[in-house]
């Protein structure tokens, strides 16, 4: 079968309840424009009626002008920024989607990845359903539609049942924010309170941090929360829940200053380091993390292994992540124009370097001939992940095994593909210890799939 993956990493982000609600929006976007640079998008509520802007590329492209954001006057707001695939970028698929029905109005984004998409599609169109965009958002819009169940929320909480796979949903209507997430809560979403009591559901906390809001508590898988006047409630669509986080979004994906289920990424990652150093030592003169992602996995691969923390690469800051680049020779310019070695640093030197991940290998390749070119005498690589073997069907851009260098390669040959003079990753046991979480489910909550294969829930459309 065919597969398509639209929807990708992303981030929602969302506020009920202050004035000037866009430009609270437009802050807390900002602060989770990592997580996806391909389209932005506000919708905000005033006055009964849902208005909307969005476009392709960074918040800043679509919100240029100060009357982007004054012509979006509203007391509630949902925004989405979209990490899409190569095929999917396209003005139609950008979030979020504002229905107009004869009786009522309804804006949607979804951060995640449905695996039963085309099944549900098939049926729905099947049933006479058109639909405009490739977005799994689309599909849970018209299963609410059909759903002949007496309130909103009955509607959505039985199409919630319908739809498989990975996704945190928000819903604005002009008197309701509504917050959903799957049964495994593959990717975060929190719940968050200003000082004037306005509510927020943001996808990580550094947005609550940015916009002045406090953690009231993370929304926990199978649950709805409700906002509205009467201030918000908590219910679940379903019992039949198993906690399975995206072992991703501690790897790579989230930012620093996030907590993601009460735990820190940067201590998640420093953990992680000083458990590489542990387990897979170096004979270096310097520690040096690829920047941005790798950097707090280095300061404790340096801290536990007492060799010394260098400034060894240096990042252009104002280019996009390279991953979102969708054809392989993009990519490589991508990183070509994104990292430099730091001669000065390396020149003469053993270097241990750190990095959070090895995906298609292309990134650490071109760093090591970096190194070398700077006068590194020795390169050694240690990855503060195991190796990635397994594809993704919860939402990050990498589903087809090929693409993976560790899929078909041991790790002696990922080390003569890249041209390290040695290469270690970290073991599963590892990096579950690192990362702390304690919930009584397999792998402790994580999801571990990318590099055992073992996928939390049925894959549907993709088995
Ligand atoms: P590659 O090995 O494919 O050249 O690149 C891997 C690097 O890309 C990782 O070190 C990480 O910093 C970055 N990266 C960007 N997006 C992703 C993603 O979605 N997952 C992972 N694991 N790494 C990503
Ligand atoms: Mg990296």
Redesign the pocket.
């Known amino acids: 079968m065919e597969v398509k993956r639209f929807g990708g990493?992303c981030s929602v982000f969302g506020v009920w309840g202050i004035s000037d609600a866009a430009r609270l929006c437009y802050f807390g976007l900002h602060s989770l424009q990592h997580r996806g640079q391909d389209g932005a998008g506000i919708v905000v509520s005033h006055k009964g009626k849902l208005k909307g802007r969005n476009g392709l590329g960074l918040l800043t492209d679509v919100f240029k002008d100060e009357g982007h954001i004054n012509g979006l006057k509203g007391e509630a707001a949902i925004g989405h920024v979209r990490y899409g695939t190569a095929e999917s970028n396209e003005m139609k698929n950008i979030q979020p989607f504002l229905f107009e029905f004869h009786d009522e109005e309804m804006a949607l984004a979804h951060n995640g990845n449905l695996t039963n998409a085309t099944t549900l599609r098939k049926e729905l169109e099947d049933e006479g359903a058109i639909f405009s965009s490739h977005s799994d958002a689309e599909i849970l819009m018209h299963l609410i539609r059909r759903s002949e169940k007496e309130t909103l929320i009955e509607r959505i909480k039985e199409s919630l049942n319908k739809v498989k796979g990975a996704f945190s949903y928000l819903i604005l209507t002009p008197t309701e924010m509504i917050g959903a997430l799957d049964p495994n809560s593959f990717r975060p979403l929190s719940l968050g309170q200003l000082s004037n009591g306005a509510y927020m559901l943001v996808s990580e906390t550094c947005a609550l941090d940015v916009t002045g809001a406090k953690l009231i508590r993370s929304v926990e898988p199978g649950e709805i929360i409700i906002i509205n006047k009467d201030g918000y409630q908590i219910e679940t669509y379903t019992k039949d829940t198993m906690i399975s986080i995206d072992s991703?979004e501690y790897?790579?994906?989230a930012r620093p200053d996030s907590d993601i289920a009460g735990v820190n990424v940067h201590t998640a990652r420093k953990n992680m380091g000083r458990t590489l150093a542990a387990e897979a030592p170096a004979s270096a003169d310097v520690v040096v993390g690829?920047p941005n992602?790798?950097l707090s996995a280095a300061s404790g691969y340096a801290e536990k292994s007492g060799i010394p923390y260098e400034m060894g690469l240096v990042k252009n800051q104002y280019i996009a992540?390279?991953?979102?680049r969708p054809t392989q020779e993009l990519?490589e310019l991508g990183?070509r124009m994104k990292l430099s070695a730091v001669s000065g640093v390396v020149k003469g030197k053993k270097v241990v370097i750190v990095?959070?991940?090895?995906?298609?290998?292309?990134?650490?390749k071109h760093i090591i001939q970096l190194l070398r070119e700077a006068g590194a005498v020795e390169v050694h690589v240690r990855v503060a992940?195991p190796p990635?073997r397994y594809p993704s069907f919860y939402g990050?851009?990498?589903e087809d095994r090929k693409e993976l260098?560790a899929a078909a390669h041991s790790v002696e040959e990922i080390r003569e593909i890249i041209g390290a003079d040695s290469l270690e990753f970290l073991s599963v046991t590892g990096m579950i210890d690192s990362i702390g979480l304690t919930f009584d489910s397999p792998y402790n909550g994580l999801c571990m799939a990318y590099f055992t294969g073992e996928y939390p829930t049925p894959l549907y459309d993709y088995e």
């Open positions: 990493g991703m790897i790579y994906f690829v992602s790798s992540r390279t991953f979102i990519r990183v990095d959070d991940s090895i995906v298609r290998g292309t990134t650490s992940s990635f990050i851009d990498v260098i």
